[in-house]
């Protein structure tokens, strides 16, 4: 069994070994065939409930649709997240959650294809997540027929792992080889076989990210072209341009962007179309496909209508561009932006429930940070004190914590785990929208500072020369501390 640390100089080594999940051991037990309760999906736009083909007696594992319930009902999400569009092109388009619960706790769309009858098949990965972030591959990947009507997925089989299967097309799209700076945008060439085409419209901006070791270039880490449908190609866009709370960020420079547009470009005239894609949720697909690129979207042509999966979410679209088919999309020189209607939403406590956990990561990585910082401190005056544990035992590996990794400041990386709970679509009139903020300025703040560096050791001090540094006196505020006698001592 191997073992993944899924962060920074590690990210690229998953990526590459992927494949190799053959020789590892099984990540998850099967689970049981019992379908839950609950409604199937219904449309967010009808309030007739879809049937199901399958009952609870089935020996399938069946993935149900989703109750159609809004998740702001629940908890305050992001409303350009969740909320349908009056700029649609048809109520048969746009995105329906799909879930997935059934095929392991930690389970992702890895592939779309057509099967002889015209059935679309799905292939969906697991795999074990730990919470540190590592993950274990799991040795074999499932299959599962997807019926569009009603929002399912059946289980057929099991195949062995493999890696995911991308556009090989003759299409590419050309990028510069150097690292952006100050996460400027990316220019782009579109050639076919190295013949230019069209250029790409300039309202469309593109960004590219860093990796280590690099095996691309930057913009084609965060930009996918997916498939070709005629002389429309279809790529996949990562955004945002920034990281959360720039230009304050530092020392996070990449891993935050994650699948926010889908673009059909036109490349003999020149036009596009800009589709949203709807936010994920969950930790391990935040990390599959934002993080490290494990997973990227899926494409698949059925007729006049294409079919795209990002995480959890199924998209359909027309082949035909919405600009003739008098959309409501709004339109800016040879651009159509098109607000994508969310069809069906994910079951009515799925989202706060993840909201939730996000939360509580965040306040987990904040308490360990500061115990750590507490730690180092109070061993450097050589002082123990009750409830802080000695500093040796961070070195030895007895106590953990994330904020010493070197990673951090070599490769502008940090946790996935926590730039998932500081990018969870929040809306601003959410409590917990500004409960956050706080917590990730104090976390920035701890992880910025001066003792942080000198916890890292990245120049070798003496305990004397730290104390001199600061005169002698603990340098700043750690959450859930105070100061006594020159000295951090839990609160009580």
Not at 47 to 54: A, E, I, K
Not at 372 to 377: C, D, G, K, T, V
Request: net charge neutral.
């Amino acid at each position: 069994m191997k073992t993944y640390r899924v962060a920074g100089i590690v990210v690229s080594l998953m990526v590459l070994t992927a494949g190799c999940a053959p020789n590892q051991q099984k990540a998850e037990t099967k689970h049981t065939n019992t379908l839950p309760s609950g409604n199937i999906a219904q449309s967010a736009n009808s309030s007739t409930t879809n049937s199901s083909t399958t009952n609870s007696s089935t020996t399938n594992r069946t993935s149900l649709g989703a109750s159609g319930n809004s998740p702001a009902a629940a908890t305050s999400v992001a409303p350009s997240e969740t909320s349908a569009s009056t700029q649609t092109v048809s109520t048969k388009y746009g995105w329906k959650f799909v879930d997935l619960h059934n095929f392991g706790q930690n389970a992702i769309i890895d592939g779309l294809s057509l099967k002889n009858g015209g059935e679309i098949q799905m292939t969906i990965r697991h795999d074990m997540m730990f919470p540190n972030g590592a993950m274990t591959f799991s040795k074999t990947f499932y299959t599962a027929t997807y019926n569009p009507s009603t929002n399912v997925a059946i289980e057929t089989g099991t195949v062995v792992s493999h890696p995911q299967k991308k556009y090989s097309g003759p299409i590419a799209l050309n990028f510069p080889a150097t690292f952006p700076r100050k996460f400027q945008t990316q220019t782009v060439s579109v050639t076919d076989k190295g013949v230019m085409l069209s250029a790409w419209p300039t309202s469309i901006p593109l960004y590219g990210s860093a990796a280590n070791p690099q095996t691309s270039s930057p913009g084609a880490l965060d930009n996918q072209i997916m498939g070709q449908t005629g002389s429309n190609l279809w790529v996949a866009l990562k955004g945002p341009q920034y990281p959360p709370l720039y230009p304050q960020q530092g020392p996070l420079l990449w891993g935050f962007r994650y699948w926010n547009r889908l673009v059909e470009l036109n490349m003999n005239m020149g036009t596009a179309v800009v589709y949203t894609i709807p936010r994920t949720y969950s930790l391990y697909q935040s990390e599959s496909l934002s993080t490290n690129s494990l997973v990227v979207p899926s494409f698949l042509q059925e007729g006049q209508d294409v079919f795209v999966s990002v995480g959890s979410w199924m998209g359909e679209f027309p082949v035909t561009p919405p600009s003739s088919r008098n959309s409501k999309g709004i339109t800016s020189g040879n651009v159509t932006k098109v607000t994508s209607r969310i069809l069906i939403t994910p079951p009515a406590n799925y989202v706060p429930d993840q909201a939730q956990a996000a939360m509580n990561e965040l306040s987990t990585l904040s308490q360990q940070e500061a115990m750590s910082l507490a730690s180092y401190w109070d061993t450097v005056v050589g002082a123990t004190v009750p409830g802080v544990p000695p500093y040796k035992d961070y070195q030895d590996g007895k106590q953990q914590t994330w904020n010493t990794d070197p990673v951090i400041e070599n490769h502008g990386s940090l946790p996935s785990s926590l730039v998932w709970a500081m990018e969870f679509p929040l809306s601003q009139s959410d409590p917990m929208f500004v409960k956050r903020k706080a917590i990730e300025l104090s976390i920035l703040h701890m992880l910025q500072s001066s003792l942080n560096a000198d916890a890292i050791g990245i120049v070798p001090k003496s305990p004397a020369q730290v104390q001199a540094q600061f005169s002698g006196h603990p340098p700043l505020a750690l959450p859930g501390f105070q100061v006594r006698n020159n000295l951090y001592w839990p609160v009580q």
